[in-house]
């Protein structure tokens, strides 16, 4: 996998907007990671919360799939299955690397959107209450501009249109932004601005995930892996 094919994979699970579609979205991105034709999601996001989803198409009956677990610091929300082209059945180490970073990726998507879903205002108070967090923060005009197009679901290239900037300049406006709040990546800023939660630590051990924009040079740190050209 070239880099620009996985930064754009990174860029898909950091994407929580809209909420309802993000399990299957992001699945498919994790499936794409390990080359797998099918998947399968078993989400368990709370008591009244525990469903199974299918890619399309559904994967087979048989057959021994790679499962990994979908895990968020202390918590676990499920399992995915990956299931293989026929005649494989387990992932070499590099595919292997890859899979497990995005079952983590996927997994702090859902622990943020499941929040944001709990309890997401109505657009109107959602707007107004947005407005004054920026207010209260030391951003400048542009890097506030910059936060109210990523909460509202604009991708960096949608971001860098509006704004007339170019991709790494809202790159480059992301990281100072994160070092002025805290925050570590776009779904922590993305919760922090919706209301979701407060300062938001990497938990321990997960350093590594913290900014998928490098998200190419953490699995290098994290593994020694290097991407393919």
Do not use: C
Request: proline share 7%; hydrophobic share 35%; charged share 30%.
């Amino acid at each position: 996998m070239v880099p620009s094919e996985f930064l754009q994979i990174a860029e898909g699970l950091n994407h929580l907007d809209p909420i309802r579609t993000y399990p299957l979205r992001a699945a498919k991105l994790v499936a794409d990671l390990a080359n797998a034709t099918s998947y399968r999601v078993e989400l368990e996001l709370g008591e009244r919360d525990q469903r199974s989803l299918d890619s399309t198409p559904p994967p087979p009956n048989e057959g021994r799939p790679v499962s990994l677990p979908l895990r968020h610091g202390r918590q676990v929300l499920g399992t995915i299955h990956l299931y293989l082209p026929e005649g494989s059945d387990r992932l070499d180490t590099s595919d292997l690397r890859l899979a497990r970073w995005g079952a983590r990726a996927l997994a702090r998507g859902l622990s943020y959107s499941n929040r944001m879903n709990r309890i997401m205002p109505d657009g109107r108070k959602r707007a107004a209450e947005l407005v004054a967090r920026l207010d209260r923060t030391p951003l400048t005009k542009r890097e506030k501009e910059v936060v109210a197009l990523l909460v509202s679901g604009a991708s960096t290239r949608m971001i860098a249109e509006q704004t007339k900037l170019t991709v790494a300049t809202v790159h480059t406006y992301l990281k100072r932004i994160y070092s002025k709040l805290g925050v570590h990546s776009r779904v922590e800023l993305v919760a922090r601005m919706v209301g979701t939660t407060g300062s938001v630590p990497p938990p321990a051990g997960e350093e590594d995930e913290l900014d998928l924009l490098d998200a190419d040079h953490e699995l290098e740190h994290e593994d020694g892996l290097a991407l393919a050209n």
